[in-house]
């Protein structure tokens, strides 16, 4: 799988938007954009993927380049409970697909 | 829907003694996973099971670690002798099958080794 690139931490002020970027330079035509976040002492939980298209949901937005190179994952409210490590991970599609994690990118939401 | 299920929460074992893990897996997934999650390093999965036969186990250090899911259903994971770098977290997660777009993942066993 492709490797991704995050920023080691952030913080954003609470209600506000926070937007985490992602840097995929090497991903492949058949391989989709990945977010999970994991909570302190709770294991990963998945917010949102993507191919090209802008994505929606109940969590969060993802945003992919035109050219697929980079994302950006959207939090349009952040919340104390979004604190977080977030992962940004490049997977593709099928039975043998694997989700590899990297280190992420640490959130910090502040009151 | 109850989530993946794993038990204990904590263990600290002394090096060289042996240790045991137990998950169960959201009902009716057939894939299950284990990973290590080492502090400040994102999960590395250990090993994969579809149903009750495993898929990957590539980076399973095998000569002490072992993995079971007799039943396709719940799993164990044992480490046998325990080493201090075993010290971690161990997650446990499930899909309904391979390649399914989430996993679900408990809250995992932090392993210390002392």
């Known amino acids: 799988d492709a490797k991704t690139t995050q920023p080691p931490s952030m913080d954003c002020a609470e209600g506000r938007a926070a937007n985490l970027p992602c840097n995929h330079s090497t991903i492949s035509g058949n391989e989709y954009v990945y977010w999970y976040r994991q909570i302190h002492s709770q294991g990963p939980q998945y917010i949102i993927h993507?191919?090209?298209n802008n994505e929606t949901n109940e969590m969060a937005s993802l945003i992919i380049t035109e050219d697929r190179k980079s994302s950006t994952l959207i939090l349009p409210h952040a919340t104390l409970r979004d604190t977080a490590v977030y992962y940004c991970i490049v997977r593709q599609t099928g039975a043998n697909s694997k989700l590899t994690f990297g280190k992420g990118i640490t959130l910090s939401v502040r009151p | 829907e109850a989530g993946v299920a794993q038990s204990p929460r904590y263990k600290i074992i002394e090096k060289r003694q042996s240790v045991a893990f137990w998950c169960n897996p959201i009902?009716?997934?057939?894939?299950l996973y284990w990973y290590q999650q080492i502090l400040g390093q994102g999960p590395k999965l250990l090993i994969q099971?579809?149903?009750?036969?495993?898929?990957?186990d590539s980076q399973l250090p095998k000569d002490r670690f072992s993995a079971e899911r007799l039943k396709g259903v719940d799993s164990t994971l044992k480490i046998q002798p325990a080493k201090l770098e075993d010290s971690a977290v161990y997650l446990c997660a499930s899909s309904l099958n391979r390649g399914d777009e989430k996993l679900f993942f408990g809250s995992g066993t932090q392993l210390s080794v002392l």
């Open positions: 099971f579809q149903n009750n036969g495993v898929v990957d």
């Open positions: 009902s009716g997934h057939a894939t």
């Open positions: 993507g191919l090209k």
